[in-house]
């Protein structure tokens, strides 16, 4: 099962788009698209797939999910055969970075909405707290017109901003001061990504970068806000949930072809993560 490249029409008339949908069932197949989304549940259960994250949604469920991050939401069975006496209700609001020019988001003033947008790539999951609070404003949004509508949309992201009471639905992100930094942080994470399926130790990728192994401990975590072995546990972690999406190849397999040594520590590292183990994920994606 790959996800489907989803075409989002938005009104000639707006900068961005919103919608409330209310139906039996979200009928929406596993997606993505370039537009950064907003969804808010408003009533119905089930299960939200976000990237390799596998989660329950319930009413006041609040996320935000960045550019091209496969996503989609599977009602519970009595929504699906039709036995639930509510609708599967929620509102949607669909952007891309630059709905305001190309570097509206990079003025000083924007910088913690910046920062959403990026971190939005791992989706982030808000508190049932806080869509109490900006919930009059997601209400009345589709109600506004002209400037008071974009107005509202900019409080919503200024809060959404914030807001420190989240949850990453997905692995890490990266924090980068300058162009110097960049091309370091970014050379580690090439050679990650290039070795994850192997035995990587700690004093390779130090001296890759041209430091001892105790200062590219302290230099990476202030980086990540993680331990290098954590980020490369998530990096071979989220390659495993891709590969386990087909239902063909055995759980075996995958741990040695993602970078383990063995199956026990594999399913313990993958419930330490993901809270579930690699077969119960496989059975609720597929």
Not at 26 to 41: A, D, K
Not at 78 to 98: L, N
Not at 124 to 130: A, L, R, V
Not at 159 to 174: A, C, D, F, P, V
Request: hydrophobic letters at 35%; proline letters at 3%.
């Amino acid at each position: 099962m790959k996800p489907q490249l989803l075409k989002i029409n938005k009104p000639s008339d707006l900068s961005f788009n919103i919608f409330e949908q209310s139906c039996q069932f979200f009928p929406t197949p596993w997606h993505f698209h370039p537009e950064i989304e907003i969804v808010w549940m408003k009533s119905s259960t089930g299960k939200k797939y976000i990237g390799t994250s596998i989660e329950d949604f319930s009413p006041d469920d609040l996320v935000i999910i960045g550019s091209f991050v496969p996503h989609f939401y599977k009602n519970d069975n009595d929504f699906i055969e039709g036995k639930s006496s509510e609708m599967a209700q929620s509102v949607v609001i669909h952007f891309t970075e630059d709905f305001l020019g190309s570097d509206f988001f990079l003025k000083p003033e924007n910088q913690k909405v910046f920062d959403l947008l990026e971190n939005a790539k791992r989706g982030i999951q808000f508190s049932k707290e806080f869509c109490q609070k900006i919930k009059p404003t997601l209400l009345s949004l589709s109600q506004l017109e002209g400037l008071d509508k974009l107005l509202g949309f900019l409080s919503i992201l200024n809060q959404m901003s914030k807001e420190t009471t989240i949850k990453y639905l997905n692995s890490y992100t990266i924090t980068i001061n300058n162009s110097e930094e960049s091309a370091r942080i970014k050379q580690v994470f090439a050679y990650m990504m290039q070795n994850f399926q192997h035995e990587i130790h700690l004093e390779q990728v130090a001296s890759l970068v041209n430091m001892s192994e105790s200062a590219f401990s302290r230099y990476f975590k202030n980086r990540t806000r993680e331990t290098f072995s954590h980020i490369l546990t998530e990096i071979r972690i989220e390659y495993a949930c891709k590969m386990l999406q087909d239902k063909e190849i055995s759980i075996a397999d995958i741990c040695f072809d993602a970078g383990f040594q063995n199956v026990s520590n594999f399913n313990r590292q993958f419930k330490k993560i993901k809270k579930m183990t690699p077969l119960h994920y496989r059975q609720l994606f597929h």
